[in-house]
């Protein structure tokens, strides 16, 4: 039994970048089946970013108008400031307001040293991390009058050890920091900004066959089932709802599983005394730098530095 009452978003407005396929199609569906009014941004190109298409985005909304859901579409690219700047305007112009941005739009150009260069790092940039910030940037200024704001971007596991979407890893790490760092300053202001990373089938994991996890697994059809988009969208929306709990964090999705992810410290190695450690101190300790036991995860910078500095008192106290 859940004893949750229904979240729901009446009155909401979510912006949902790359909504035309895959997850990004499954969050808008289900903000929408739980009253947001959507904007259903895509630019429909291939998964490498190339081309366009108006088709995706459109049937998306078709399928919300159907299901007696409200959403306009948006065709704008978010590898372009002015995409971005239009797309949030999309949503004031329509719905009067802006609530909730879902940052999903993403491409995907496989590629290693030296093979990815400096386009292929400038292209995956543009989508992930300037179409991040850029459209959360354009909706800033209206959370903040209204003194509230739900923010979402998307990672990825893959930032773990992607050597063939090398691009791609670095875009979803440098994710990782604007989320935790714009979290900071977000919540003074009544804006909440949260990170997901999502495990599930889609175009690039159906098709490239490179690194994804149903190639590795030789998936069978049972547990593809469970590997599908609407399998990670409760999480987007419980991060994306009034009640969100948390701010700066990172949260797993995908087959079921729900989870977080977050960013620890071991206790490491103290040398003691006042002469300069040397790197084969360093070397000596090497087990205890690295020991995970008693490791910690500071909530935010302010929490770690405090730990710092109190052990830098406690040198000063000792002498
Ligand atoms: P997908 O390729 O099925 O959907 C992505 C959508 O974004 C496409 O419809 C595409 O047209 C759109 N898009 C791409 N560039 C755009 C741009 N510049 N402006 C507007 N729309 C754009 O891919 P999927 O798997 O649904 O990916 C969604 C997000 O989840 C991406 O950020 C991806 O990196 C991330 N992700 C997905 C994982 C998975 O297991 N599927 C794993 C980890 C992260």
Aim: with cysteine; glycine share 10%.
């Amino acid at each position: 039994m859940n004893a949750t009452p229904e979240l729901r978003f009446d009155g909401r407005v979510a912006v949902v970048t790359g909504a035309g396929r895959g997850l990004g199609r499954a969050h808008a569906l289900l903000l929408a089946s739980r009253g947001a009014k959507v904007v259903v941004n895509d630019f429909g190109g291939s998964k490498e970013g190339v081309g366009s298409d108006t088709g995706p985005a459109n049937e998306v909304v078709q399928e919300i108008i159907d299901a007696g859901g409200e959403a306009v579409a948006d065709t704008n690219s978010v590898a372009s400031e002015e995409g971005c700047q239009a797309l949030v305007e999309t949503a004031v112009r329509e719905f009067g307001r802006i609530d909730i941005v879902v940052n999903n739009a993403g491409i995907s150009r496989w590629a290693t040293f030296p093979e990815a260069d400096a386009e292929n790092l400038e292209i995956t940039l543009d989508v992930h991390l300037r179409g991040t910030w850029n459209t959360t940037r354009a909706a800033w200024p209206h959370f903040a009058e209204q003194g509230y704001g739900r923010v979402i971007t998307t990672a990825s596991t893959g930032m773990l050890g992607l050597p063939n979407n090398l691009a791609y890893a670095t875009a979803k790490g440098a994710l990782i920091g604007f989320t935790r760092s714009l979290a900071v300053a977000a919540k003074p202001q009544g804006i909440l900004v949260n990170c997901i990373a999502p495990n599930s089938v889609t175009r690039p994991s159906e098709t490239t066959g490179k690194g994804s996890i149903v190639a590795q697994n030789q998936m069978d059809e049972a547990r593809a089932a469970l590997m599908q988009t609407d399998r990670v969208s409760p999480m987007v929306a419980f991060l994306a709802h009034e009640s969100c709990p948390v701010n700066g964090e990172i949260l797993v999705a995908g087959a079921n599983r729900f989870g977080r992810w977050f960013l620890g410290f071991t206790e490491g190695w103290l040398a003691e005394g006042d002469a300069v450690p040397t790197v084969e101190d360093v070397a000596a300790h090497w087990e205890q730098i690295n020991d995970l036991d008693g490791f910690y995860v500071p909530s935010g910078l302010q929490d770690w530095s405090a730990r710092f500095m109190s052990q830098l008192a406690d040198m000063g106290t000792s002498k």
